[in-house]
């Protein structure tokens, strides 16, 4: 079971990168105003491309706004106090940022599942680069 995990979790990056391509196609043809998710300013915050392997970076200051109002109410003001859901202190340890994205997408009950409404997939990466400074 253990071997199966990272496996997984490869497997499910790669396919979070194919859907995150065809979101990004569909989020530059709705450019209307309509939006799926909370709106952020694009100018200042958004997915930075990391390299050629592992995930996108998010933005981190973004992600704590986007944290604040959806998140803190269970999980404390700052992520690490707790309360309804676990705190957050010190994720990184536990999740890398893959798996962070992975687990905000797809959580296990308590846990509401935000994406992909409220939350975009842009969201999803900066409250998981903010939880990793946790």
């Avoid at 043809?29 to 952020?40: D, E, F, I, T, Y």
């Avoid at 694009?42 to 109002?69: C, E, R, W, Y």
């Avoid at 999740?95 to 939350?119: E, G, Q």
């Amino acid at each position: 079971m253990k071997r199966l995990v990272p496996f997984a979790a490869l497997m499910l990056v790669v396919g979070l990168s194919a859907v995150g391509c065809s979101k990004s196609n569909s989020n530059q043809q709705n450019a209307n105003g309509s939006a799926n998710g909370p709106v952020s300013d694009s100018a200042s915050s958004g997915l930075k491309n990391s390299g050629a392997s592992g995930p996108m970076a998010g933005d981190a200051v973004h992600g704590k706004v986007i944290f604040t109002q959806n998140c803190a109410g269970c999980h404390g003001a700052t992520g690490t106090q707790g309360g309804v859901g676990p705190s957050l202190k010190n994720e990184k340890a536990r999740k890398d940022t893959a798996a962070a994205i992975a687990w905000i997408k797809n959580p296990k009950p308590p846990m509401p599942k935000l994406y992909p409404s409220p939350l975009s997939e842009k969201d999803v990466a900066d409250v998981a680069a903010y939880v990793e400074t946790l």
